[in-house]
């Protein structure tokens, strides 16, 4: 069996207990957009240039070992068989190894979904926001490989909810919204068999959709009840929804999602959590397309800690909504004339676009 111990010791030294910070002492005010101005980081962020295909290849191909990987995990669970947790847990570590790799992976996978079943899909996206924040938050390498072990497997219990609830269109009746709000349960029950080695997976998988406030289930958790994994993984987990298609509604905007999640304040999800989720995803995340007040069209490509309001933008097209041959980027914190006015759906972008 492969243990954490066995991945890390050729990296940082795992922390002492006592030299992190216990749940009550993380506590911290409610977020206001006044604390835009706190989240900056001491590290100066690289600019995000245009990758090689070899780039893009390698991290397409990573992002389809971790598909391939749940499918695998779908398939025993669905059969009622064991399914081993090693291989996650190596590929894990290896992208932890590479921090850049963290970015790429999140990068691609805001462009690109190669997955129509969610199920399949989500885990690496939330594997990869939940990272981000881990290491936002100071995680050392053995927290980021068990919060990144959770964030994989978090939704198993989803597993057992029958297909055709899953790609229903239209809205569920009350039977079927009971039978989905079960599958926190059953991924505890699910994932119970790891505890020993992995205490905290199988509570992830049963917290993740409680709050902050009390609000939600399957027990009503609220503040300090919650493991701190579980409600990165369930801010994360409900972001996600947002700004992707399910069956049954369209995708929100991004930047409309974030909003939507900083306006819960610490209500829903835990004030530190939004904070370091605003430092790593920002107000308008990677992958989100807006206008400029030149009524330019971009995506962005990178964020700005110290002025979310002013990312990276790649532009697509001019003012005529012409198509740029000739993509250039556009730092907008250096630029003072030019600043985002709107923000724009991925359905108004022609297919045709390489956003990257």
């Not at 009550?24 to 835009?36: D, G, K, M, T, V």
């Not at 899953?166 to 119970?192: A, F, Y």
């Not at 002025?307 to 907008?332: A, H, R």
Request: some cysteine; overall charge neutral.
């Amino acid at each position: 069996m492969v243990r954490f111990s066995d991945i890390v010791k050729n990296g940082a030294t795992k922390e002492k207990e006592s030299d992190r910070p216990k749940e009550s002492e993380r506590q911290s005010e409610p977020f206001r957009f006044s604390n835009l101005e706190e989240l900056r980081s001491s590290i100066d962020k690289e600019i995000a240039v245009p990758e090689t295909r070899q780039d893009i290849e390698k991290t397409r191909k990573t992002c389809l070992a971790f598909h391939n990987y749940i499918k695998e995990v779908r398939a025993r669970v669905v059969d009622n068989k064991l399914f081993e947790i090693e291989p996650a847990l190596i590929m894990i570590g290896k992208i932890v190894d590479m921090p850049d790799m963290i970015k790429k992976i999140y990068q691609y996978a805001v462009h690109f979904s190669y997955e129509e079943d969610y199920l399949i899909s989500y885990p690496t996206n939330i594997l990869a926001c939940v990272l981000k924040i881990g290491q936002s938050m100071g995680y050392s390498k053995t927290e980021l490989l068990e919060l990144g072990l959770s964030a994989l497997l978090y939704d198993v219990g989803m597993f057992m909810v029958p297909e055709d609830i899953i790609k229903k269109k239209g809205e569920l009746n009350d039977s079927e919204v009971t039978l989905i709000r079960k599958h926190p349960e059953t991924g505890r029950d699910i994932l119970s068999m790891f505890k020993e080695e992995h205490p905290l997976l199988h509570r992830v998988a049963y917290e993740h959709h409680e709050r902050e406030n009390g609000q939600g289930y399957p027990r009503g958790l609220k503040g300090d009840e919650i493991c701190e994994y579980a409600k990165i993984t369930g801010m994360v987990d409900t972001y996600v929804a947002m700004i992707s298609n399910r069956p049954h509604r369209k995708a929100m905007m991004q930047h409309t999602s974030v909003r939507e999640l900083i306006w819960s304040k610490n209500l829903l999800f835990s004030s530190k959590i939004i904070k370091a989720f605003i430092k790593e995803i920002s107000l308008y995340p990677v992958g989100s397309y807006v206008k400029l007040n030149n009524k330019t069209t971009g995506v962005v490509v990178d964020t700005n800690e110290e002025n979310p309001m002013k990312p990276v933008v790649k532009l697509l097209f001019d003012g005529k909504e012409n198509v740029l041959t000739e993509k250039s980027m556009v730092k907008l914190d250096e630029t003072p004339l030019l600043y985002i006015v709107d923000s724009v759906s991925r359905e108004e972008i022609p297919s045709k676009i390489n956003p990257l």
